[in-house]
């Protein structure tokens, strides 16, 4: 076991005030991921993006999204597949009202590094009693770090963080750098394919490290090629190397990563209830006024997980009977958690179809599919999971292509579930 040595991380230090920064590093190479204050226009309106690290609201912040959808925009809450918020239907001219409501309600606590603070976290950790410890440490502690480092502002909009507590719900999102509880106090860092043991204590000191070579490493990538994410450098691109020989040089001990049994992976937590909690489903991640208003009144915390759901710490009595009603999944049986799309028509000029409206008149085909399907308006596929999955994308002339792994595509219409069932059982290789 490694010995873990005081390590204080900077807390944020920029105040609401601080003027967006320009793009730099991998954050300029043509990166034009929205944010809570860059507002991009879609012909639905403007919309904006907001980072909600490890997922984690308390229940007056999630009033104050919704109220700002209310007043400003469609009135819905839409989920990402990153545990974050998106508002739609804005008026571009709202960016200033919406940045200031935003940092009252503690969800903007700098503004220079609003994009960069993608993380995602175990949903339910610290509540089942599972995982090898709570991320919550770690999760404050990583978003302070990169809130307090100039350098931090280089990174990209798509640039990954994951905090797993040792569950593996977190392994196939395929992160940029993803921490990993351990036993006996410690921690695995993978990036890149490559993996270290860091003590527990120094966890996201290490993930800051390894995110500040990627931008050293991005920055040495000639300027024409786009290196958004640690999967985008040349191969060859040690950041796990340089990283443990950074830590050295701040006193920090690392071991490499002992090959052995693959570490066990869990999936995202089904709909219903936990000791502590309730896992509720967002059919197709968008939350209707009625239903984010249930949901602020369901618990006394919110964690938005990266399947476009909500678990909702301590909940009360009768909270999963009142979601339900609002249209939300608060049970395992249902196909909605296997089912997933893109904003589709009429939100995005690219795209073929209402690919949501789609999705839910196929909904009855999908018990016959072996794996969760995402359904996608253009070729782009924009928020597809990581996970294996069965790819549904319009085509230019109508129809949708279907495409799961290991077999040739197919055309289908969703307009008849029978049919469409019958293709997602054809057996691979046919």
Do not use: K
């Amino acid at each position: 076991m490694l010995a873990a040595m005081p390590s204080p991380l900077p807390r944020p230090a920029v105040p609401p005030a601080s003027p967006v920064p320009s793009a730099s590093t991998a954050g300029g190479r043509g990166d034009a991921c929205p944010g809570a204050l860059r507002l991009h226009l879609a012909d639905d309106g403007g919309l904006a993006r907001v980072r909600i690290p490890g997922g984690v609201l308390d229940a007056g912040q999630w009033e104050a999204l919704g109220a700002l959808a209310l007043r400003h925009g469609d009135g819905d809450l839409h989920l990402t597949s990153r545990g974050n918020v998106q508002l739609r239907g804005l008026d571009p001219a709202s960016g200033d009202a919406l940045g200031r409501a935003l940092a009252d309600a503690g969800l903007l606590p700098s503004p220079a590094h609003e994009r960069v603070r993608n993380i995602v976290a175990s949903p339910l950790s610290g509540l089942d009693g599972l995982g090898e410890r709570p991320v919550c440490e770690w999760l404050r502690a990583l978003d302070a770090g990169l809130c307090g480092s100039a350098w931090a502002t280089g990174l990209s909009g798509r640039f990954l963080f994951a905090l797993d507590d040792g569950r593996g719900d977190m392994t196939a999102l395929r992160a940029d750098v993803t921490v990993r509880a351990l036993p006996e106090d410690e921690a695995l860092v993978s990036v890149g394919g490559e993996r270290f043991v860091v003590a527990d204590a120094h966890a996201p000191q290490a993930a800051l490290r390894a995110a500040e070579l990627f931008l050293d490493a991005a920055a040495r990538v000639p300027a024409a090629t786009r290196v958004w994410r640690v999967a985008d450098l040349p191969d060859g691109s040690s950041l796990a190397g340089a990283a443990r020989e950074r830590l050295a040089a701040e006193g920090v001990a690392t071991r490499t990563a002992v090959a052995g049994p693959p570490l066990p992976e869990a999936a995202s937590p089904a709909p219903g209830p936990y000791p502590g909690a309730l896992a509720v489903h967002v059919p197709l991640g968008r939350l209707s006024p009625t239903a984010w208003q249930e949901m602020a009144r369901a618990g006394t915390e919110l964690r938005l997980t990266p399947w476009r759901g909500v678990v909702v710490a301590g909940p009360a009595g009768d909270a999963a009977a009142r979601l339900a009603a609002a249209g939300l999944v608060t049970a395992p049986c249902s196909p909605w958690p296997r089912v997933g799309a893109c904003v589709g028509r009429p939100g995005c000029a690219r795209a073929r179809a209402d690919v949501r409206a789609d999705a839910a008149r196929a909904l009855p085909a999908v018990a016959a599919s072996p794996l969760p399907l995402y359904w996608s308006a253009c070729e782009r596929r924009c928020g597809r999971p990581a996970e294996p999955h069965a790819d549904v994308v319009a085509g230019p002339d109508g129809g949708y292509l279907l495409s799961v792994p290991g077999r040739a595509p197919l055309l289908v219409d969703p307009a008849d579930p029978a049919r469409f069932a019958r293709a997602l059982r054809t057996p691979a290789g046919t």
